[in-house]
Each structure stands twice: as C-alpha cells, then as structure tokens.
C-alpha cells in the first residue's frame, strides 16, 4: 500500500514571496491533516480535513495560510506571503476516520531566507 | 490547554544499553497516549499507544505504561540497538468532538553507539 505522499521536499524562498505544498494521501482515507513542525519542537496541527471539508483550522494563520483538499483527495497548503518565522518542515497525514491511526508523510521542509 | 513535556536531549547510548525516555502531560479530558518514531529522512511512524489507565504498549521491544495517577508515559527499552538511533516524539490524543487531534512534545533525539 502507497503510503502518504508529499511534494516538494525542499523549497527555498525568499520573505514575501509565495510557496505551495502538495500532499496525496493513502487511498480511501476521509481524514487529512497539515502538521508545522519547527526545529527542535514536535509537530503542530494547522488544519484537519473531513473528505473535503474542514473540520479544524484554529492553529491556521489564515493572514497567510490557506488550505484545500478539492474533491477529498489530494491537498495543497500555501503561504502568502511568507515570513522567516515560516521556516519549517509540512507534514500531512491522513487517517481512514477521524480517530483512528494517523499516517503521516515525509514532510517539505521549507526555508524562507 | 493540553500539553505533553519531553526529557530534554539529545541521548546518547552504547549499544544493549537501558533506555527510558520521560514524558510527562497535562489534560483536562482522559486522552489517549502514543509514541512516534522519526527515523532519518522518513515520515513520522506510530510506535505504541495506550488508550486508557494502566494500559501497556509494546511494539519493537519498546513498551510504555499509561500512568495516570503520575500523568506519565515513560519510554523503555531493555537493550538497544544501533537501528533504534531516531527521533521519539510523545503525544496525546483528546478524541473529543470525533476527531483526534494530536498534541507533541517536542522530540527527544537518540543516538546509539556500536
């Protein structure tokens, strides 16, 4: 079974320009999460997804962010315009129901410089 | 609100050597508890959990118990090996509301040496 997939896996940008994220998650899963994990601190939930509609986003700096997932499937997470603080690495994960086992992907660690 | 707190590291350990990671967290519900394994280069992958009070997980010769009485969810291996080097991650899980939403401490790198 195809696990979560993730592109790109590194992007460098610089402060204020823009920057998308593309996350695939394992078939048949309803559940999709957008995860900011900062150097040196565990991840953080920015935004879960039920099929395609959202289910939490209050961690989401919506200033910048924003998140899709157009037809319950595959995902893309953006930042605009984006700041040094953004430096990070992006996780999604998905998960067959909402409380069962998240699965998570390799991650895009983003450097905005 | 919820919060899970790490032993700071990084570790370092000799091959077949004892380990014990510690975390410790704060809820206001009864969470469910789990462990993460990050090896180099990989997605984060679930490792253990324990749902409920006095709950063992194991898995891969690493077992935690859920302590409630010490909001604890220690870490342990009897003897580990150069493979196990990775970061842990402990987490909750507040299933309310029919979602789980994820709670991390903030990583404990380990290093096992040959």
């Known amino acids: 079974e195809a696990g979560v997939a993730q592109s790109p896996r590194y992007k460098i940008i610089e402060k204020r320009q823009s920057v998308a994220f593309w996350c695939n998650p394992i078939s048949g899963h309803a559940t999709l999460y957008w995860y900011q994990q900062i150097l040196g601190q565990g991840p953080k939930l920015l935004i879960q997804f039920q099929n395609n509609g959202v289910v939490d986003d209050s961690q989401l700096p919506k200033d910048r962010f924003s998140a899709e997932r157009l037809k319950g499937v595959d995902s893309t997470l953006k930042i605009q315009p984006a700041k040094l603080e953004d430096s990070a690495v992006y996780l999604c994960a998905s998960s067959l129901k909402p409380t069962y086992e998240q699965y998570f992907g390799p991650g895009t660690r983003l450097t905005v410089t | 609100g919820d919060s899970v707190t790490q032993m700071e590291g990084p570790v370092t350990l000799s091959e077949e050597a004892f380990l014990t990671i510690n975390c410790t967290y704060t809820?206001?519900?009864?969470?469910?508890l789990f462990w993460y394994v990050q090896y180099p280069g990989e997605g984060l992958q679930l490792l253990l959990k324990a749902t409920k009070a006095d709950d063992k997980g194991s898995n891969k010769g690493f077992e935690a118990t859920y302590r409630k009485e010490t909001t604890s969810f220690h870490l342990e291996k009897g003897s580990v090996q150069v493979s196990d080097s990775a970061v842990y991650f402990c987490a909750l899980s507040d299933t309310g509301q029919g979602a789980q939403k994820l709670v991390f401490g903030q990583g404990t790198r380990l290093t096992i040496n040959p």
């Open positions: 809820a206001t519900g009864y969470p469910s």
